[in-house]
């Protein structure tokens, strides 16, 4: 019997449950038969044996990790674990690209992973402040003191996973303020007909101001929504560098479209998968060049709004 065989036997003799395998990818002794099939790939200075394992996990216990809309967003990676697993007769037809590749995209899972359950501590800190804040007057003693406590573990759970930057963060953040009713009022149809004229008319002063009235507001609320995305969100929507080559008349379409491209990656990290066919199809009139600047900026505009809905409705159920 090869060694895949083998551990293949040994993670699957069992019940296959997500604690079983869990506790069985943590065993030494599983653990280094996994870096001896590396090895022998010659991939073992790449992939640490521990990821390698989780192609088990994640293969039989899809169920127990994904929810109905992560299963959508993480299709590859689960795709890939299948393969691996499941399409191949001998240790020798195993695909070492296919394992490759399930490292890349098993890395994206947990930093994406790792920024949904940064996101989720920071909202559920300031939702208990904001219930603090509202109701003081109803509270009871008992009923603080459990508020704190949640509010302290949460920040306990913020060090262990972001440190103490994540946790200063948190203390300092201002809970949002956006009101998905003003800004649809604000954003109105008269609002964008006259960007729209602005651009038609070449009139590039006033087109510009209110172009970078709305880079400030997306990336006002990106921020507010996207704590572990803030080098990020800073380094794309960089206004001052972006108004720079505006002025120089430095940008080509090309760059153009560059920029909208990484400003939607970053609000399709932050909005619901149920949102993503939506924004992916206006990505693709974008690269075919089939939008002018104002519909682009339009659209930018109603994706965040559609987050700041989506908040609304988590916090209310």
Not at 35 to 51: A, G, Q
Not at 120 to 125: N, P, S
Request: negative net charge; proline residues 2%.
């Amino acid at each position: 019997m090869n060694k895949f065989d083998q551990l293949n036997n040994l993670l699957i003799k069992p019940k296959i449950c997500f604690d079983i395998l869990s506790k069985q990818i943590l065993n030494r002794n599983i653990i280094k038969l996994a870096n001896d099939i590396l090895i022998e790939y010659e991939i073992n200075n790449t992939i640490n044996p521990r990821v390698f394992l989780s192609i088990w996990v994640i293969n039989y216990c899809t169920d127990d990790i994904f929810t109905t809309e992560k299963k959508d967003k993480y299709s590859v990676l689960i795709s890939i674990a299948n393969n691996i697993l499941n399409n191949f007769n001998n240790f020798n037809n195993l695909n070492k690209d296919d394992i490759l590749l399930f490292n890349e995209e098993f890395k994206k899972y947990k930093e994406q992973d790792k920024n949904d359950l940064m996101n989720e501590i920071l909202l559920e800190y300031h939702k208990l402040t904001i219930e603090e804040a509202h109701a003081s007057k109803e509270l009871t003693d008992d009923m603080i003191e459990i508020i704190t406590k949640c509010k302290m573990n949460l920040l306990e759970t913020a060090k262990q996973i972001g440190g103490l930057e994540f946790v200063n963060y948190i203390k300092s953040y201002k809970s949002i303020v956006f009101d998905p009713v003003k800004v649809l009022e604000q954003y109105n149809k008269a609002y964008w007909d006259l960007v729209n004229q602005y651009y038609i008319d070449q009139d590039f002063n006033n087109f510009y101001e209110q172009m970078y009235q709305i880079l400030h507001f997306i990336k006002d609320l990106l921020l507010t929504i996207g704590p572990s995305k803030i080098n990020n969100i800073n380094q794309i929507l960089d206004i001052d560098y972006i108004k720079q080559r505006v002025d120089n008349n430095a940008y080509d379409l090309n760059e153009i479209i560059l920029l909208v491209n990484n400003i939607l990656n970053i609000i399709k990290s932050l909005q619901s998968p149920m949102r993503d066919n939506d924004l992916e199809q206006i990505r693709q009139q974008i690269n075919n060049n089939e939008l002018i600047l104002p519909k682009i900026l339009e659209h930018l505009v109603i994706y965040c709004n559609n987050i700041i809905e989506d908040i609304y409705k988590l916090r209310n159920d």
